[in-house]
């Protein structure tokens, strides 16, 4: 079975960047899309990013377009959400998810996602 661990989180002022990372390990062939998730408190958890590992293609909400990048690193069996800007608004905690699927992007819900990690927080400080 694949894990998933997150790391890079921390607490930053508006306006900064912090580099997510998102480790598998375990059996890592059943998966095609990741994904990058976040929850903030009282609220639903909510996609922001995907990436088809073959093609790299990549999908983004609207929230985070234009200020995060998702990516990968095969050899190392990574995703990584680079988040510049960030805001307020941004904090919350972060999952990546892994999933098999025949497509991805946001389209997908939480429940096609097979594997998740334990999520790594991120505070923006006003």
């Known amino acids: 079975q694949e894990q998933l661990v997150e790391s890079g989180g921390g607490s930053v002022q508006a306006g900064g960047s912090l580099r997510l990372s998102c480790s598998a390990s375990g059996y890592t062939y059943n998966r095609n899309c990741m994904g990058w998730f976040r929850q903030a408190p009282g609220k639903e958890r909510e996609g922001i990013a995907t990436i088809y590992t073959g093609s790299s293609s990549t999908d983004y909400a609207d929230s985070v377009k234009g200020r995060f990048t998702i990516s990968q690193d095969n050899t190392k069996n990574t995703v990584y959400l680079q988040m510049n800007n960030l805001k307020p608004e941004d904090t919350a905690m972060y999952y990546c998810?892994?999933?098999?699927?025949?497509?991805?992007?946001?389209?997908?819900?939480?429940?096609?996602?097979?594997?998740w990690g334990q999520g790594t927080q991120v505070t923006v400080s006003s």
């Open positions: 998810a892994a999933a098999w699927v025949p497509w991805c992007s946001l389209q997908l819900r939480s429940i096609d996602f097979g594997s």
